[in-house]
């Protein structure tokens, strides 16, 4: 079992910056993948907006790319401690949407319970 606890959305302006952080704990030598999905006002389906492996490689939206940057510490250098990191810059009111968690275990996925972020003036 893997537990995701998100932190770090709020209200920002066009422009502005924010850094989400999502804390894993559990099993969490088991995850080989992490990142960040996003779910729209309106939408029902929620859009990969950025992924990072185990061995650090990344995944991004396109219309994030260049602005959007995620990153993750290394539980077995890092007092066993997984968190993975989004830092958005330049944002835009079309990044606004509830932001989730995602871990990926051989198995499963584990998903943490959302923070928004809203970009408005």
């Known amino acids: 079992q893997v537990q995701l606890v998100e932190s770090g959305g709020g209200l920002v302006q066009p422009g502005g910056s924010l850094r989400l952080s999502c804390a894993a704990s559990?099993?969490?030598?088991?995850?080989?993948?992490m990142g960040w999905y996003r779910q729209a006002p309106g939408k029902q389906q929620r859009e990969l907006v950025a992924t990072i492996t185990s061995g650090d490689s990344t995944n991004y939206l396109d219309s994030v790319k260049g602005r959007f940057t995620i990153s993750r510490n290394n539980p077995k250098t890092d007092n066993a401690k997984n968190t993975v990191y989004l830092r958005m810059n330049s944002l835009r009111p079309e990044d606004t949407a509830v932001y989730y968690c995602l871990a990926a275990v051989p198995t499963t996925r584990y998903w943490g319970q959302g923070t928004q972020v809203t970009v408005s003036s």
């Open positions: 559990g099993s969490i030598f088991s995850i080989y993948n």
